[in-house]
């Protein structure tokens, strides 16, 4: 008998182990199946979109309609007793350049129910409100820069941090841990304010049977529909509740803020870019399947994989695309386009092959008719551009070196895309 197909067989299974990744995923280019995208400028009804108001009357209304009903479930609007409660304010902090502020977002208006804390770090002495990027954090705020004063979050963290393993507290353990994805003395000497919350205190990161979080404001009377909200609709609702308090402190210009977000989070970035228009500028930092990679190319991490391993994410509906996507009524650079005329922008990484960098690129390529409707450029590259070259026109895009993560790179793109679309001094 010869041993070594079976060999190989055993290293390739063992490998695979040891990757952690389903034998179902594609990474050949050769085997990406063949698709026809849906038309953003053509109805449902077949008529063609011609003017930017076809396009906001029907089209618009229609695809976004379309996302909340298969793909991310509906959210219900803003609490009508929330409430915020300043925990701390103080000025010139961390060598005196900053001025940090913490703020419970409270959903049930009381210190009791569910809340959120919005940490926000502003330049100090600004003259004036100022743009500001907001972001959902992974680990609780205090892991975002080595700051004694952050809040440690009471709400579940996930227990990988050496010392929170035990009952899924955040400890100290964590203070500073993700400091290399937050550049803040860089933001706020360009002139932003940085807003924060740790995405744990919306709505914790597992399948937990929507009694958690904010879940629990809204309690389950009946079976759960198919279009009701998923987590990353949660989190994208709490970002608009963050929004509804940025609208009412003074030293932020809530015109001008951008919402960015990494991985899960740079879905729920473009969810909530979508969903509200209030967020001026978006920002997806490989956010790849059910982001900004279109999931009809099948690449990397699939719609079925996706489903399975977080079934949590989405709505009941998007499990009819498992394996199906062509059967879906949308695809990803309809997301993108619900943006137009806003600027947004698509990052990639190299190596960060699960989320599919095309795919990525493509769905900003795809958005290009609706942004053309405006008059504006959409994404000028129409290839992947050559790695660590972004391309920015209203839709960005880069492909940078290096792994799926938030680097210093990515951050100097946004902070130039953001000079560029929400200049200082013009209303
Ligand atoms: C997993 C998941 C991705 C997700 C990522 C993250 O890799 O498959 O869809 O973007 O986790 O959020 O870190």
Partial sequence: MNSTPWLAASL???MSTLIAQPKSFNYDEGKVPKFTLPDPLVMAN????KTVKDWETHRRPEIL???KKEMYGRAPGKPAKQSYFVLTHHKNVLGGKIDRKQVEVRFAGTGKGPRMTILIYLPARAKGPVPTFLTLNFRGNHTIYPDPAIRLTHSWVRGKVKGETKDNRATENGRGLAKSRWPVETILARGYALATIYYGDIDPDFDDGWENGVHALYPQTQKRKPDEWGSIATW???????MDYLETDREIDHKRVAVMGHSR???TSLWAGAADPRFALVI??????GGAALSRRAFGETVQRINTSFPHWFCGNFVKYNANENACPIDQHQLIALMAPRPVYIASAVDDRWADPKGEFLAGLHANPVYQLYGLPGLPAKKQPPLDTPSMGTIGYHIRTGRHDVTKFDWAAYLKF???HLPRGKK
Avoid at 236 to 242: H, I, N, Y
């Fill in 46 to 49: 077949g008529a063609p979109v």
């Fill in 236 to 242: 994208a609702w709490g970002l608009s509740r963050a």
């Fill in 265 to 267: 989070l740079g879905k």
């Fill in 418 to 420: 953001a000079d560029k």
């Fill in 284 to 289: 997806s930092n490989d956010s790849g399947c």
């Fill in 65 to 67: 309609e379309l996302f």
């Fill in 12 to 14: 390739f299974v063992s």
